[in-house]
């Protein structure tokens, strides 16, 4: 297909006499060497590292599974941060240190925790015809609650409790990835646990979100011969450096924006944009910047969101890609949504992913099926409202540690606010979705929809922002602020 | 018509409503390329509760069931024989 579209990238994915070339040795240590030196200019501490695994999974293919958790239980022990701080603060608050050590407390807590992953999944698998084998995911998340309440709550003795809230705070972290091993409960033959593993927070990055999903998703979206390998690999190279253009855009923007030094260069004027929280800050103060100012910082902000998101996504989808996996990008053009509903599948994939089939599916499958515009509304409520809070409640454990659960919860009001916001307006968009086609002309689908799009997110993501502790007077205080209204 | 080519017509009008023309092939997997997003698998299920008297609600779901023209076919011969 001929293409004559500018690109900043070449699409070296689509050029035969790479695509060959890439299939040898001497071109797949090629591609292995530009991939390093792109992770160099990214500033990777690890690329060394990484670039061995990968080129262990290149040279041989046939063993990527078993090699994927072998790089993923190296990265494990030596790189994948798994709220080590929390656990350590948990350790020295309960007085630990004079029976044990550090390491004997965090190796067996991790250890529980992959094997109650394992449990688990064999339990969930072995079970058939009962309610743990037809909702094996929402009784995980139920018992999870559970146990975070007697965690709070129960009189335990220091020692219990510490193991509890390390538990608790290791399978918080790995929570959706199990839930993606039981989504596979039912795939003949299937992935065993040992090769699952592989995708708990791989080696090539990721969060509490599984990127990119499951273990059947990964057998789906796997090379399957030398050709296939190659393109993968030569579009993960693509991307790595659209990233690398994008982080220099980013760079170029907190230098202008906040006047943050760029490569040891900074500018001697800048815009000196205050960050949110900053603004926040001063909102609650009662000394809030003036409207215009509030403004600048909101989008600035979401500017900096977008492009962060983004850099961050691009580099563990192109790492995941040089492995052999043909992933979709985890942000994908954001600024061409046309509608709510878009913007949310654009931005983040693999967390409204997680969601979609966690909560969406769900809902839609069982319940309200006799009122079809009802029955999408509540599905998308469950998925962005009720499974985005959940998940951030889960993610934040370290407030729940502080506050106990009821009184974290009274601290998410403002998340929760924004997911149910979220929810709705997702909800409302599907709908308007269903009942049209979409508009075709040039100056709608390009401009007017774009902005009215962009302009929701960048209003309503003040009240997703990371806990700062602020209630939601506080932000919509700083709302009224950028309309010129005083405080009330 | 037969199930599979009832199938396919009913995503092609998805992706045409959508703006994306380009053809595709009965084993080509269009959820997993992007092309068909998760409203779109929920679109299916409805087709597939109304046209072939499904129900989707008490098995285990898997959003691969619904990739593509011959993995949705069998999933409906699966479930309907």
């Not at chain 1, 791989?202 to 990964?218: D, E, R, V």
């Not at chain 1, 390998?229 to 579009?235: E, G, P």
């Not at chain 1, 909800?427 to 009215?452: D, E, V």
Request: aromatic share 16%; charged share 15%.
């Amino acid at each position: 297909m001929s293409n004559t579209r500018i690109r900043i990238i070449p699409a070296i994915d689509e050029s035969p006499v790479l695509v060959q070339l890439a299939q040898h040795a001497g071109g797949k240590a090629l591609l292995l060497a530009v991939f390093a030196f792109g992770l160099h200019l990214h500033d990777s501490r690890s690329w060394q590292e990484l670039v061995l695994i990968l080129a262990a999974m290149s040279f041989w293919p046939q063993y990527r599974r078993p090699l994927l958790t072998a790089g993923t239980l190296y990265w494990l022990s030596q790189h994948t941060n798994l709220k080590w701080g929390l656990l350590r603060n948990v350790f020295d608050a309960k007085g630990l240190a004079i029976t044990t050590s550090w390491s004997v407390y965090s190796i067996s807590i991790v250890v529980t925790t992959i094997l109650f992953c394992a449990m688990y999944y064999y339990l969930v698998k072995r079970s058939r015809d009962t309610w743990l084998y037809r909702r094996p995911v929402a009784t995980l998340l139920v018992s999870y609650i559970l146990l975070l309440t007697i965690a709070s709550h129960a009189p335990l003795p220091a020692t219990q409790q510490a193991y509890l809230w390390g538990f608790l705070i290791i399978l918080g972290h790995y929570i959706w990835y199990l839930a993606y091993s039981l989504q596979d409960r039912n795939a003949v033959p299937g992935t065993k646990f040992i090769y699952q593993l592989g995708h708990y927070q791989p080696f090539w990055g990721g969060s509490n979100t599984p990127f990119p999903k499951g273990a059947a998703y990964l057998r789906k979206i796997e090379a399957k011969n030398a050709e296939e390998l190659a393109v993968s690999q030569l579009k993960g190279i693509k991307l790595l450096y659209w990233a690398f253009v994008l982080s220099i855009v980013l760079g170029i923007f907190n230098m202008v924006v906040y006047g943050r030094p760029f490569y040891n260069l900074a500018l001697p004027d800048h815009l000196a944009i205050p960050y949110i929280n900053d603004a926040l800050a001063h909102t609650r103060s009662g000394d809030p910047y003036d409207w215009y100012i509030n403004w600048g910082v909101l989008l600035a902000n979401f500017i900096k969101s977008m492009l962060t998101l983004s850099v961050w996504g691009h580099i563990i989808i192109a790492t995941c890609r040089m492995a052999g996996f043909k992933a979709l990008r985890n942000t994908c053009s954001p600024l061409r949504s046309r509608t709510i509903a878009e913007f949310w599948n654009r931005y983040y994939y693999y967390f409204k992913e997680l969601l979609v089939e966690f909560f969406f599916y769900p809902t839609y499958l069982r319940y309200f099926k006799t009122r079809p515009r009802l029955r999408v509304f509540m599905a998308t409520m469950a998925a962005a409202g009720l499974g985005n809070m959940l998940y951030h409640f889960f993610r934040d454990i370290h407030i729940i540690m502080g506050l106990g659960i009821w009184g974290a919860l009274k601290a998410f009001q403002v998340y929760i606010f924004y997911a149910l916001l979220l929810g709705t307006a997702i909800g409302l968009s599907q709908l308007r979705n269903q009942k049209r086609k979409q508009s075709t002309h040039w100056f709608r689908t390009r401009i007017t929809a774009p902005i009215t799009v962009l302009g929701f997110y960048c209003i309503t993501h003040i009240f997703g922002l990371p806990y700062p502790g602020y209630g939601l007077d506080v932000y919509f205080q700083f709302l009224m602020n950028m309309v010129n209204v005083g405080v009330i | 018509m037969s199930t599979q080519a009832n199938i396919r017509s009913f995503l092609e009008e998805i992706l045409n409503d959508k703006g994306d023309s380009s053809g595709f092939t009965d084993q080509q997997l269009l959820v997993t390329e992007g092309r068909l997003t998760s409203l779109d698998v929920m679109t299916i299920v409805v087709f597939l509760e109304e046209n072939y008297g499904i129900d989707f609600s008490d098995r285990p779901f898997d959003q691969n069931e619904f990739d593509s023209v011959d993995s949705i076919t069998a999933l409906v011969d699966a479930l309907t024989s």
